[in-house]
């Protein structure tokens, strides 16, 4: 019976069909992913989600997007409106959560910060796969709302290696390090109750983090 084996095994072909594989995976990967799900990366600080989750936006502008928080702080020098927040009042803030229109939302320093149902709607919607980058408290909010999200935990090598990029990024005081180590610990017992995240990623080769992101990211639905 005719096989493609040895023509596809000899030394002129085989290039070609690698170079196909590699083509067509490109394509793939270029279009939109077949599950539309919002993504909720979460993960210890310095643990480097902010990171991965950078590249997926700068590395796949037209199929990745990121929902813009409401907040009631004021905007800082360099910040712009409905860019980088959406700049509410406190009442209207409050309204909000009244009307259950957060999937999630927290207060830090006075502050309130949420991330709305309609904003994620409307992104996804347009085409976009949403990623949000969500600390625990948040995640666990999430879990209880109507969102129909996929949950992706970065986890460090290990805790030396957490506080050495902690230490690294050098945006941290000591007190600040301390904290965000403390709270490190209380991620990552979290993050081992079955059935919070549908995969845990250990972000210790970048490149390698990133590819499985994007795989479980790309993977049919279920
Ligand atoms: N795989 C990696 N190997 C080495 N360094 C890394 C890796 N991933 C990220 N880093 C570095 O670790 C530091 C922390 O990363 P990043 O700021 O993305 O963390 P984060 O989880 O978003 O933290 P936070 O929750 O505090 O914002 C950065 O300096 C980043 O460049």
Redesign the pocket.
């Known amino acids: 019976m005719f096989s493609l084996r040895p023509l596809l095994s000899s030394p002129r072909i085989l290039p070609r069909a690698s170079r196909f594989r590699t083509l067509y995976r490109a394509y793939t990967m270029a279009a939109a992913p077949s599950d539309n799900r919002p993504v909720v990366i979460s ?12 590249l997926l936006l700068e590395r796949r502008p037209n199929t990745f997007a990121t929902s813009v928080s409401h907040t009631t702080r004021d905007p800082r020098p360099g910040e712009t409106r409905d860019v980088d927040y959406y700049y509410i009042t406190m009442e209207e803030f409050e309204k909000m959560i009244e009307e259950e229109k957060f999937v999630e939302h927290a207060k830090f320093g006075g502050n309130r910060y949420g991330t709305s149902k309609m904003t994620i709607a409307n992104l996804t919607a347009s085409g976009k796969v949403v990623v949000l ?1 969500i ?1 625990m408290e948040g995640v666990k909010q999430i879990k209880k709302s109507t969102l129909n999200a996929r949950y992706v935990f ?1 986890a460090p090598p290990s805790m030396e ?1 957490l506080e050495a ?2 230490r ?5 005081k000591e007190e600040s390090i301390q904290k ?1 180590l403390a709270q490190a610990k209380n991620e990552m017992e979290y993050s081992k109750t079955p059935g919070v995240h549908d995969l845990i990623i250990v ?4 490149e390698k ?1 990133y590819s499985e992101l994007e795989a479980f990211i790309y993977k049919e639905r279920a």
């Open positions: 993960g210890p600080s310095g643990v480097g989600k902010g990171t991965l989750y950078k980058d600390e970065i290696i990029r902690l690294g990024r050098g945006t941290e965000r972000n210790d080769d970048l983090a």
